[in-house]
């Protein structure tokens, strides 16, 4: 039974490693940060950060778009807040945007987990995209929406130099 339980693990783990682009053997010697330094924000990001973080911005992100992106987290599902998310999908399509879930394969820690909480709020399956088919349509896409994506954040991008999300970007 116990070899079984590895086994399983040990498939689990080499998934999780494919879908994170991560080598096994870096994240067991806990390797959690990359050579090349963070650039440096220019100033047009920073404007542009400023920009989306003002609610009438946001507002006018989210009332002009035609298509839209919502990757659904682990935190969402730890919240329990499908339901929420569905809601926001509906006055979304409602006002005429195009709404698209990406699944990322092992979101909600298990291959599929997501696709079943989103499906249990009548979110339709053919709406459920995985990465490889979403990829090309972030350029067809005029805002996207991370929910719940809290858990996967790399705590050293925000003091480590050298890590692959750079401090300015979760401010």
Not at 11 to 17: A, R, Y
Not at 60 to 81: C, D, E, W
Not at 134 to 161: H, L, R, Y
Request: charged residues 20%; glycine residues 8%; aromatic residues 4%.
């Amino acid at each position: 039974m116990g070899g079984i339980i590895g086994a399983s693990g040990l498939l689990l783990t080499q998934i999780m490693c494919s879908s994170m682009n991560r080598k096994l053997g870096e994240i067991l010697t806990g390797k959690t940060s990359v050579s090349d330094a963070c650039p440096a924000p220019s100033i047009e990001t920073k404007a542009e950060n400023k920009a989306l973080n003002d609610s009438d911005s946001f507002t006018t992100i989210l009332k002009n778009a035609k298509k839209s992106l919502l990757f659904p987290g682990y935190g969402m599902a730890l919240a329990q807040a499908q339901s929420l998310v569905k809601s926001l999908a509906d006055q979304l399509e409602a006002q005429g945007t195009e709404v698209i879930f990406a699944i990322h394969p092992v979101a909600g820690r298990m291959p599929g987990y997501m696709n079943v909480i989103l499906c249990e709020v009548d979110i339709p399956y053919d709406k459920l995209w995985e990465m490889d088919a979403v990829n090309s349509e972030f350029k067809n896409c005029d805002m996207t929406i991370v929910v719940g994506a809290n858990d996967v954040i790399n705590p050293a991008a925000k003091s480590a130099e050298g890590t692959p999300i750079c401090a300015v970007c979760l401010s």
